[in-house]
């Protein structure tokens, strides 16, 4: 096929490339072999061209996702630990609340009887003190009204009682 030919050739995917490895190579005099290598690009140029595509190494990203997933296994199995120890000590507390609210009962219940005790002391003071204040009275009607005072010595010394 002549130069002109393939210039006027309908334009596809196959004669695409054709062409640019043809025209790549015709820059370069003596050198008629067209150059299929994967390594140029589509915009490689005919001096330099494009530094080959990396080699991707599948094993390295597998041992990546494997260690990705132990990891993650690694913090599920820590969150499980983690959800029982929070569970135990819920449990612990919630005993606790229950012993410290039947604390409570008993104290409360302990307070109140000593109200009522105290109450009742009280009441039985009133009643002495009332006992108290009729005797007096009692003794003072029946013998006091005859009582005699004693002046005060100027001296400031020892009052004598009979």
């Known amino acids: 096929m002549s130069e002109q030919a393939v210039k006027d050739a309908a334009p ?9 490895a043809w025209q790549a190579n015709v820059a370069r005099p003596g050198d008629k072999v067209i150059s299929f290598s994967p390594a140029l690009s589509d915009n490689a140029s005919a001096d330099g061209g494009a530094p080959p595509l990396p080699q ?7 041992d990546l996702v494997q ?5 993650i296994r690694i913090s599920e199995e820590r969150a499980v630990e983690l959800e ?7 449990g612990q507390a919630e005993e606790e609340v229950r012993q410290l609210q039947k604390t409570l ?9 000593a109200e009522d005790r105290a109450r009742r002391a009280e009441a039985r003071a009133q009643e002495a003190e009332s006992w108290l204040v009729r005797i ?5 009607t029946a013998f006091g009204s ?11 010394g020892e009052q004598d009682t009979p």
């Open 56 to 62: 991707r190494d599948w094993t390295s990203a597998i």
């Open 84 to 90: 029982n120890q929070l569970r135990s000590v819920i």
């Open 12 to 20: 596809s995917a196959g004669n695409s490339i054709l062409m640019r």
């Open 67 to 71: 260690e990705a997933a132990e990891a």
């Open 136 to 140: 007096h009275d009692a003794v003072f």
């Open 105 to 113: 009962a008993a104290s409360q219940q302990m307070v109140s009887q």
């Open 146 to 156: 005859k009582a005699k005072t004693v002046p005060a010595e100027p001296s400031g």
